[in-house]
């Protein structure tokens, strides 16, 4: 069993930054992937980033690259988003996300693809 808690959500304006950390607890290996993932009210669960376990390639939604950044401490056990210039747009609920399962490459944008989440974290961004 693993949770997934998340931080580091809030209020800001356009223009803004945040960062979220998400700390993973109970079986987690290096190999473990995690996600960021967002949702608004009445929209399905959106991939927003990941960080492959192995090698450490990004992968973002194409609304975020070049604002955001994420990074993983595999010795913390922590995954992190680092979110810059924030846009309204960027409201939503984010969810860390994780599996212990190897995922291929066409699979890691796939909600139904992780298999622990944690509870959310609301970002805010204020016009």
């Known amino acids: 069993q693993v949770n997934l808690e998340e931080a580091g959500g809030g209020l800001v304006q356009t223009g803004g930054s945040l960062r979220l950390s998400c700390a993973a607890s109970?079986?987690?290996?290096?190999?473990?992937?995690m996600a960021w993932f967002r949702q608004v009210p009445g929209k399905e669960r959106e991939f927003v980033a990941t960080?492959?376990?192995?090698?450490?390639?990004?992968y973002y939604l194409d609304s975020v690259k070049g604002r955001f950044t994420i990074a993983r401490d595999n010795a913390k056990n922590a995954l992190y988003l680092q979110m810059n210039s924030l846009e309204p747009e960027d409201t939503a609920v984010y969810y860390c996300?994780?599996?212990?399962?190897?995922?291929?490459?066409?699979?890691?944008?796939?909600?139904?693809?992780?298999?622990?989440w944690g509870r959310g974290t609301q970002v805010t961004v204020s016009s």
């Open positions: 109970g079986r987690v290996s290096s190999r473990f992937s």
């Open positions: 960080i492959r376990p192995t090698g450490g390639h990004t």
């Open positions: 996300a994780g599996t212990a399962r190897g995922l291929i490459l066409s699979s890691i944008r796939r909600a139904s693809e992780y298999d622990y």
